[in-house]
């Protein structure tokens, strides 16, 4: 809501509302592309988990310190 208050503001104090109507476009582009990415990601990730794909690696880890934690992730993440 703050975003298109913002834009409403923005073209009202442009005089030019074909260069604000082209800015527009291309910010909500921008953000569809982000919003369906990660919707992407977020689905993959739920079918793993829906069949238990992230047990493999749970199972396996062992430690009970943070620290420890931390790092092994970081380690089979990267």
């Not at 073209?11 to 109507?21: I, K, M, N, R």
């Not at 934690?69 to 970081?74: D, F, M, Q, R, T």
């Amino acid at each position: 809501m703050g975003a298109g208050l913002l834009w409403t503001i923005y073209a009202v104090s442009t005089g030019d509302h074909l260069l604000v109507s082209h800015q527009l476009s291309e910010s909500i582009a921008s953000t569809a592309e982000i919003v369906f990415f990660l919707i992407g990601a977020m689905t993959i990730v739920e079918v793993i988990d829906a069949h238990n794909g992230f047990e493999v690696i749970t199972s396996r880890i062992k430690t009970k310190k943070l620290s420890h934690l931390l790092w092994i992730v970081g380690f089979l993440s990267f």
